[in-house]
């Protein structure tokens, strides 16, 4: 979502086990596929991480269950938060984080010049040992960021995210697991797939989406994006950001988001539990704050998913 980038943006200003060797280092690095049956994540993005932990536990106790991915928006040129990735993992779940490149060149990355970065991140997220999900330039096919549609040529994008990967694994981070974030398909975002780098270099597929309006449904939200992504991938898909606001009718959309997840056999959602006051697109999304729309997130939690174990 927009704010949120205009946030990290001003940031950035101030399960079978392999073993991979470090081609620098010489430490063996341990890279575990994270499992991929549906139903299995709950994820939260909450206002506090990577510098505060307790707006999870605050989530956590309102939705009954440990969520077991925990997210944070990185603004470029910030490196890899590695005490609060040892944090989350402490709490049994997997870190996401979703790199902005809001002050970078697209196609500076794309050619190299910020490598010295990419590498000592990469090496801070080999070093960890543990998984952890990447995303680079999240809702690239939507217009609202600078590295997306009608401001980056698609191919640039592309190159940029292809080069990441492959210096990833020459760094030998084996432990990425690479989440491609899509704005779900909405009058006047791109083409999904002239951005799609090739199954090579994702892992997973996520999808943003969230529930604005009464009249909002799964399917009217993320059915048609599902349906086209499927066209061209068998990737697993994470709903990676995702809430309904109080003006949808939050308790309701709560149980029909939870039931279109096991319904289009996504791998799970990642909620955005932050408050927002600026309209109908940026809402309280809190579920802390309504006894009812807690209750029905914790039912929906208890009867709609089964959570998987952070390797």
């Known amino acids: 979502m927009l704010l949120v980038a205009v946030t990290i943006a001003a940031a950035a200003i101030a399960f079978v086990t392999t073993r991979v060797a470090s081609p620098t280092s010489g430490h063996v690095v341990a890279g575990a596929p994270l499992p991929t049956s549906s139903a299995s994540y709950l994820g939260v993005y909450e206002p506090g991480p990577p510098h505060a932990y307790w707006p999870v536990v605050d989530f956590a106790k309102a939705a009954g269950r440990q969520p077991n991915i925990v997210g944070y928006f ?3 040129a910030q490196p890899f938060a590695r005490s609060f990735a040892e ?42 040992g543990h998984p952890v999900v990447i995303g680079f330039g999240h809702e690239m096919n939507a ?5 997306g549609y009608g401001h980056v040529q698609a191919s640039t994008f592309v190159a940029a995210w292809r080069h990441i990967v492959t210096l990833f694994r020459r760094q030998g981070a084996a432990n990425v697991t690479w989440l491609w974030t899509l704005q779900a398909d909405t009058p006047g975002t791109g083409p999904l797939r002239s951005w799609w780098p090739g199954a090579e270099y994702v892992t997973w597929v996520g999808i943003d989406g969230y529930y604005y309006r009464p009249s909002d449904t799964f399917a009217g939200v993320f ?10 991938t068998k990737k697993p898909v994470l709903l990676s950001e995702t809430a309904a606001g109080p003006r949808a009718g939050q308790v309701a959309k709560i149980n029909d988001l939870f039931t279109g997840m096991r319904q289009y056999t996504t791998l799970g959602l990642v909620w955005f539990d932050m408050a927002q006051h600026q309209g109908i697109y940026h809402q309280d999304w809190r579920i802390e704050d309504n006894p009812e729309a807690e209750a029905a997130f914790r039912q929906s939690v208890r009867d709609k998913l089964t959570l998987a174990r952070a390797p």
């Open 74 to 76: 990185s603004g470029w």
């Open 87 to 128: 944090r989350v993992r402490s709490h049994g779940a997997v870190t996401i984080v979703q790199i902005d490149p809001t002050y970078a060149s697209v196609h500076g990355i794309a050619a190299g010049v910020y490598d010295h970065y990419l590498r000592s991140y990469a090496d801070s997220v080999r070093d960890f």
């Open 143 to 147: 217009p609202w960021y600078s590295w």
């Open 223 to 232: 059915g048609r994006t599902i349906a086209q992504v499927r066209e061209f």
